[in-house]
């Protein structure tokens, strides 16, 4: 299993710009597919973006265009470069393997979009 731990979140203006990272221990981190998931309290947790091993990516309709999932195999390290920020999108953010693995959850990175 890959072990996250993920930082960069904090407080910013609606129309700001964030960049999540997670660090993945774990010598499987290239050959599985990583996502980004965001939750709000007493909601579900959403998956945000997913990138598989080869690179092919996909988004939520509500992030696309404004998100970019990328990573580094080398590094074992997964972004989420976050730009024109909306106050729906504050939430704890997560990284985890994509379908998720309940041992994988780390703390979250909080974001909060709030002027």
């Known amino acids: 299993q890959v072990q996250p731990v993920e930082s960069g979140g904090g407080l910013v203006q609606p129309g700001g710009s964030l960049r999540l990272s997670c660090a993945a221990s774990?010598?499987?981190?290239?050959?599985?597919?990583m996502g980004w998931y965001r939750q709000v309290p007493g909601k579900q947790r959403e998956l945000v973006a997913v990138?598989?091993?080869?690179?092919?990516?996909s988004y939520v309709p509500s992030v696309l265009g404004r998100f970019t999932i990328s990573r580094d195999n080398a590094k074992n390290t997964l972004t989420l470069q976050m730009n024109s920020l909306k106050p729906e999108d504050t939430a704890v953010y997560y990284c985890n393997q994509a379908p998720p693995r309940d041992g994988s959850w780390g703390q979250g990175t909080q974001v909060t979009v709030s002027s």
């Open positions: 774990g010598s499987i981190f290239s050959i599985v597919a």
């Open positions: 990138i598989s091993s080869g690179g092919s990516i």
